[in-house]
């Protein structure tokens, strides 16, 4: 394998949404160098690779950001940090215009006014979002974008990060990368549990079945501290497609039903919890299938549904043309997905400050991967990349200790042959954590025996991974993220099990192996944490 050392100021792992914002947001303050590392191809990348049909973050006129803080922490029960939430409500309308202005086409109103759905979130054509977020840094100077390396390690010394590790997946290329400054972007996790559909199609998930965990991994490793893992988002979807559900319910005011035409959403609640938790007990008390009632909207109201779900999830669309049968005579029958980590929508992730610094000096966090920060979406990850590059640019001109690339080299672990595969691995964690961690098979259910043999099976396997072989860089990836994912179980049933007292933040860290457990006090409304 071929070494190159690559020396940046400001190196963003991750060319998803967040980083490609924060990317933008560090060239207008500082000449500094950038590299952005992107394990797919930052135009077709992260959550918004299929675009989406609405910015789900947005302040509408006559609501202010703490509007948005109360709802998020009313909507998390108040697990949240408010200092986090209120300076992203912030900068959340800022993003939005900034968008408008690089060519996302937002829909408005015959006064010029944007087409708001619900006070929050307002309609956009952003099947192209994606593209235009890369067209805006492809065209910066001192923005370097490697495509197609994935980020496996961080090269941490004395708790402060000097750079990170990677591989080229196409060729047999080790990169050793040295930075002033790290932002961790890549998304959260997905392909934990079991998902709905197994066999050939288990990779037909709701969230990105290539945001395998690796920034949360990497930082556990390293020694961060992480929160609110036991926060995981189970999305309420559409059946079959797990296409989202709130085009519907927002959209045309859908309602929840159980098989007698009952509206039950009600007697649960309308947060985005209770409207899952809701379904999970019609079907076990015998009253599913569950739908969102659909039956009798117009046939305008079905088109432009028709023309939504191609921004952002076409199977839905192609579903409904394919069967002749469109949401206006078949109601959309609904399910829970298996639990996803992810900050965008729970406040699981890096335990930051308010500049989004981890608690590994000059390591940040934004997007899915950082925590305390939930239903941040598309805008939200954008302002959080912001926030992290402005407060990345003071580590420039300081003395940041020196990479000794040679002694990095030799901490790299190294395989061995063994019988089994990443496949074999990859379908027992699926199946350990769904059976005994909360999966769909046990309608999220879990005990404190259930997560203790998880546990032990969870190590198990991280034992035998060690010692899996690959015959070339694509095979090596694969290893790669079945490790990401297992140190991620492992921490994330650590989380379930101390959940016993509500009004804290369960934390964690990594020490000598083990998985101490940290019970921090909530930030008061005002109030600002810093480490």
């Not at 070494?3 to 914002?21: S, V, Y």
């Not at 191609?310 to 199977?315: E, F, G, R, V």
């Not at 890096?350 to 950082?370: M, P, S």
Request: hydrophobic share 40%; proline share 3%; aromatic share 6%.
């Amino acid at each position: 394998m071929d070494l190159q050392c690559i020396d940046t100021d400001f190196l963003i792992i991750g060319g998803g949404t967040a980083g490609c914002w924060a990317a933008l947001s560090f060239r207008e303050h500082s000449n500094a160098r950038v590299l952005i590392a992107e394990k797919a191809d930052i135009k077709r990348s992260g959550c918004l690779a299929a675009g989406v049909n609405a910015l789900n973050a947005y302040i509408a006129p006559g609501k202010k950001p703490q509007d948005y803080v109360d709802y998020a922490r009313t909507d998390a029960e108040g697990i949240v940090r408010g200092d986090l939430l209120l300076t992203m409500a912030e900068g959340l309308n800022r993003a939005v215009e900034k968008l408008e202005k690089l060519g996302l086409t937002i829909l408005k109103d015959e006064q010029g006014q944007y087409v708001t759905r619900g006070w929050r979130n307002i309609k956009i054509n952003g099947e192209n979002i994606k593209p235009i977020l890369a067209k805006a840094v492809l065209a910066q100077e001192n923005i370097t974008v490697l495509n197609r390396v994935n980020v496996f390690e961080y090269i941490v010394k004395d708790n402060h990060i000097l750079g990170a590790y990677a591989i080229d997946i196409d060729k047999p290329i080790l990169y050793v990368i040295s930075a002033k400054a790290v932002l961790c972007a890549t998304g959260g996790a997905s392909g934990l549990y079991k998902p709905n559909h197994p066999g050939f199609s288990r990779h037909k998930l709701w969230y990105p079945p290539f945001n395998t965990g690796a920034g949360l991994a990497m930082g556990i490793r390293a020694g961060a501290e992480m929160t609110t893992l036991e926060m995981r988002f189970i999305a309420l979807r559409c059946k079959d497609t797990i296409a989202p559900t709130g085009t519907l319910a927002q959209g045309v005011g859908a309602k929840q039903i159980n098989s007698a035409g009952e509206v039950y959403e009600t007697k649960y609640g309308l947060t985005t919890s209770q409207r899952l938790h809701g379904t999970v007990m019609e079907n076990l008390n015998g009253r599913g299938p569950c739908y969102l009632q659909t039956i009798g909207i117009t046939k305008e109201q079905e088109t432009d549904l028709i023309k939504a779900y191609l921004n952002m999830a076409p199977s839905q669309s192609l579903r409904w043309l394919e069967s002749g049968k469109g949401p206006s005579v078949q109601n959309v029958e609904i399910e829970g997905t298996e639990p996803y980590i992810t900050g965008g929508h729970t406040a699981a992730g890096y335990w930051v400050n308010t500049n989004r610094e981890t608690t590994v000096r000059a390591l940040f966090a934004a997007g899915d991967a950082a925590g305390g920060c939930p239903q941040k979406y598309v805008t939200g990850a954008m302002v959080e990349g912001e926030i992290a590059a402005k407060a990345a640019i003071k580590y420039m001109d300081k003395k940041t200790p020196a990479l000794n690339t040679d002694e990095a080299i030799k901490q790299l672990p190294k395989g061995s042959n063994v019988s089994f595969t990443v496949d074999d691995l990859e379908k027992e964690m699926q199946a350990i954590m769904d059976e005994h961690a909360g999966g769909i098979g046990t309608s999220y259910r879990f005990s404190e025996a259930s997560l203790k043999i998880a546990n032990e099976k969870i190590q198990e396997l991280e034992a035998l991974s060690k010692h899996i072989s690959a015959t070339d860089m694509q095979e090596f990836v694969y290893i790669l993220e079945l490790k990401e994912r297992l140190t991620l179980c492992r921490s994330l049933i650590a989380h379930l099990s101390a959940k016993k007292e509500t009004e804290c933040y369960i934390n964690s860290r990594l020490e000598n192996g083990k998985i101490s457990i940290i019970l921090r006090p909530l930030v008061g409304e005002g109030e600002i944490y810093e480490h």
